[in-house]
């Protein structure tokens, strides 16, 4: 039986892994089938810590592995496919033992850190792949400082958009925000804050149907008006998503305590309702989806893990 099963190898789960292992929890760690998380799919990390000149996502994903590994965590690779009670309750102070399948494999636990994370919701355009990172990119706060000077094209209607918005036009020339219906989503002092930003103009009624581009980089968008269908191009530097994430919690459903977005819902110490089971990173948290509070978040699962851990060991 495992002290200590971390779901997900995205920076929430690996800085776990490290507190973990440095507390002699023999953790495993399952990668799943995105391993490495969203950070694997970015380029440059300017905004985080101790790397001022900047360090490429999966290069800090493979470091933070590796210090992971220094420690004794092990790894397994493969996909969570269901997860439940082998024995205990639901009850806060209970001991219990947990059941990860993974791949058909059956594997006990005594206590377990869920760091899936969340997936950013996509157009599902070929061309959308095609200039991922080149162009394409799903945190402004993360990227949008590359196009200072520059214009670019957020999507979405959100509260998100509006913040991705309002960030970017800090830095950059002109931010157009595109949304297919006549009305924001977002709060209303979001989206008076955005309609008062002379840096930022709306596309009202409009969607995305092709990112265009030079092979190399983005250089307009497609736009189709939905009420009558008119086609028209925009020039851009940049597209910016802010169309929502999923949140990888799907089988944790009915089993853990989620939102009404499948956000998996804890406490302010990262503790689930089910004793032993704890959360990082952003299959939790949707406000500030980055990689340095996914990974004080998973130092905070691991710290309490290590507690309960000894709380149990005591009786």
Request: with cysteine; glycine share 12%; proline share 2%.
């Amino acid at each position: 039986m495992e002290k200590l099963v971390i779901i997900g190898a995205g920076i929430a789960g690996l800085t776990a892994a490290i507190y973990a292992a440095r507390a002699n929890l023999q953790p495993l760690v399952i990668s799943g089938k995105e391993e490495g998380g969203q950070l694997m799919l970015t380029t440059v990390v300017e905004n985080y810590p101790c790397f001022p000149e900047g360090i490429m996502g999966p290069d800090m994903i493979s470091r933070a592995r590796e210090q992971a590994k220094r420690f004794g965590t092990r790894f397994k690779d493969g996909n969570v496919e269901a997860f439940g009670i082998k024995s205990g309750g639901n009850n806060i102070g209970k001991e219990n033992v947990y059941d990860v399948v993974v791949d058909g494999e059956k594997i006990e636990a005594k206590s377990v850190i869920i760091a899936t994370g969340a997936s950013a919701r996509m157009l599902g355009l070929e061309s959308e792949k095609k200039y991922w990172n080149r162009g394409v990119h799903t945190c402004a706060t993360c990227d949008a400082p590359f196009y200072s000077g520059k214009d670019i094209v957020v999507v979405g209607g959100g509260d998100s958009a509006c913040e991705e918005s309002l960030f970017s036009a800090k830095v950059v020339n002109s931010v157009t925000i595109i949304h297919r219906r006549d009305a924001f989503r977002a709060s209303m002092i979001m989206q008076e804050r955005v309609l008062g930003n002379s840096k930022i103009k709306v596309v009202w009624n409009s969607s995305v149907e092709e990112i265009l581009g030079d092979g190399k980089k983005v250089t307009a968008v497609k736009i189709k008006n939905v009420n009558d269908g008119k086609a028209s191009e925009l020039k851009t530097d940049a597209v910016f998503l802010a169309i929502g994430h999923i949140p990888n919690s799907a089988v944790f459903k009915g089993i853990l305590d989620l939102d009404e977005n499948g956000y998996i819902k804890a406490d302010s110490r990262m503790r689930t309702k089910l004793p032993g089971v704890f959360v990082a990173g952003d299959v939790h948290d949707k406000i500030y989806r980055q990689a340095v509070t996914a990974a004080g978040m998973g130092c905070q699962a691991a710290l309490e893990a290590e507690r309960y851990m000894e709380g149990i060991t005591r009786g």
